[in-house]
T-cell receptor, first 113, second 114 residues
Framework: EPEVTQTPSHQVTQMGQEVILRCVPI?????FYWYRQILGQKVEFLVSFYNNEISEKSEIFDDQFSVERPDGSNFTLKIRSTKLEDSAMYFC???????????FGEGSRLTVL | AQSVAQPEDQVNVAEGNPLTVKCTYSVSGNPYLFWYVQYPNRGLQFLLKYITGDNLVKGSYGFEAEFNKSQTSFHLKKPSALVSDSALYFC????????????FGAGTQVVVTP
């Protein structure tokens, strides 16, 4: 069964460092998302991406965040200068058509020290 | 803006008993409603969805949910709970006008005791 894959599973970084989280969405999907979850709490929307551009973003997704689809398969989330409060589990998701459900990856745990 | 509410932080049920996890929603148009489950240190797994059609939706692992438009609810149910159903359950809603973004509830921890 096709799945969304994310790397790394866990990254520890120092405050102020840049971090790139990588995702490989399901191959025939067209819509891509990043969500985050702090310590098993609410799942928060960060950004959606369609047709090689951001379609929607939340207030959390400020200038420190960026997304990119550098090739036909990878979808990345970059945090330019990490803060302590960026520590969270980051989930990538993708979906196919208009009414489709989102398929989530297993997540990348980011710890900022 | 759309939103969902899960009024219970935790639901405790004995194995073999019926399980209900509550969800109410608020949207401006017709809702697309979803249930996801999260096991410890794992991603979110899709259980079921309501888009249109029958109000009773059947999903994975024996779960079902009932869409009630008048009460704006979409409660998740399972007739006979298993210990392995212990997990965090999230209700989510999507506006038909959005880019597919899901708005998640706060989650309900389900604990099934043997």
């Amino acid at each position: 069964e096709p799945e969304v894959t994310q790397t790394p599973s866990h990254q520890v970084t120092q405050m102020g460092q840049e971090v790139i989280l990588r995702c490989v969405p399901i191959s025939n999907h067209l819509y891509f998302y990043w969500y985050r979850q702090i310590l098993g709490q609410k799942v928060e929307f960060l950004v959606s991406f369609y047709n090689n551009e951001i379609s929607e973003k939340s207030e959390i997704f400020d200038d420190q965040f960026s997304v990119e689809r550098p090739d036909g398969s990878n979808f990345t989330l970059k945090i330019r200068s990490t803060k302590l409060e960026d520590s969270a589990m980051y989930f990538c998701a993708s979906r196919s058509g208009a009414a489709g459900e989102l398929f989530f990856g297993e997540g990348s745990r980011l710890t900022v020290l | 803006a759309q939103s969902v509410a899960q009024p219970e932080d935790q639901v405790n049920v004995a194995e073999g008993n019926p399980l209900t996890v509550k969800c109410t929603y608020s949207v401006s148009g017709n809702p697309y409603l979803f249930w996801y489950v999260q096991y410890p240190n794992r991603g979110l797994q899709f259980l079921l969805k309501y888009i249109t059609g029958d109000n009773l939706v059947k999903g994975s692992y024996g779960f079902e949910a009932e869409f009630n438009k008048s009460q704006t609810s979409f409660h998740l149910k399972k007739p006979s709970a298993l210990v392995s159903d212990s997990a965090l359950y999230f209700c989510a809603v999507r506006d038909t006008d959005s880019w597919g973004k899901l708005q998640f509830g706060a989650g309900t921890q389900v604990v099934v005791t043997p």
